[in-house]
T-cell receptor
Framework: GNSVTQMEGPVTLSEEAFLTINCTYT??????LFWYVQYPGEGLQLLLK?????DKGSNKGFEATYRKETTSFHLEKGSVQVSDSAVYFC???????????FGPGTSLSVIP | DGGITQSPKYLFRKEGQNVTLSCEQN?????MYWYRQDPGQGLRLIYY???????QKGDIAEGYSVSREKKESFPLTVTSAQKNPTAFYLC????????????FGPGTRLLVL
């Protein structure tokens, strides 16, 4: 079945620093790829997604590119803000063979 | 407004008691899911349903039960057989298509007295 490996946290950055959170996956087939974000005490919400190879998902200054050759979907942001402090989950989507799975999450703290 | 709601926000369970967590969606989604989240952990799938009157066990179904009598509703019962129920429970729904997003409720935090 599908599996996902995500960068260990917690990650602490200063405001305006560059962010990368690595995500690699194994899957049977070519799933859509998602990044979800969870703010403290809340449910998850979609941050961005990509549905096929070489697609770039983007939202709120975050970007991730679907790399089929390396089975990766790394999350990046050029300049983080305090309000970006949250937990980020990489999630390969459903295929004909398997259901959606979620990575373990990476906690990000941005300090002023 | 379309969305997914969970109630209650906090729930307390006494030993040996069954408790039911509510999940309702008005997004007209076919698929619904229940996840468990422990502190500092990712999400683990408890049960999911792709259509009314049908559901499947996820990775950690023991000690839990569900029903799907209506498209809008997917309640989760935490039974007395679940010996370590303290966790944050998240309900989600989606259209069921492979490219589609899961929409999450705000969660229910279950605590044992």
């Amino acid at each position: 079945g599908n599996s996902v490996t995500q960068m260990e946290g917690p990650v602490t950055l200063s405001e305006e620093a560059f962010l990368t959170i690595n995500c690699t996956y194994t899957a049977t087939g070519y799933p859509s790829l998602f990044w979800y974000v969870q703010y403290p005490g809340e449910g998850l919400q979609l941050l961005l997604k990509a549905t096929k190879a070489d697609d770039k998902g983007s939202n709120k200054g975050f970007e991730a590119t679907y790399r089929k050759e390396t089975t990766s979907f790394h999350l990046e942001k050029g300049s983080v803000q305090v309000s970006d402090s949250a937990v980020y989950f990489c999630a390969p989507g459903k295929t004909s063979y398997d259901k959606v799975i979620f990575g373990p999450g990476t906690s990000l703290s941005v300090i002023p | 407004d379309g969305g997914i709601t969970q109630s209650p926000k906090y729930l307390f369970r006494k030993e040996g008691q069954n408790v039911t967590l509510s999940c309702e969606q008005n997004l007209n989604h076919d698929a619904m899911y229940w996840y468990r989240q422990d502190p500092g952990q990712g999400l683990r799938l408890i049960y999911y349903s792709q259509i009314v009157n049908d559901f499947q066990k996820g990775d950690i179904a023991e000690g839990y039960s569900v029903s799907r009598e209506k498209k809008e509703s997917f309640p989760l019962t935490v039974t007395s057989a679940q010996k370590n129920p303290t966790a944050f429970y998240l309900c989600a729904s989606s259209s069921g298509q492979a490219t589609e997003t899961q929409y999450f409720g705000p969660g229910t935090r279950l605590l044992v007295l």
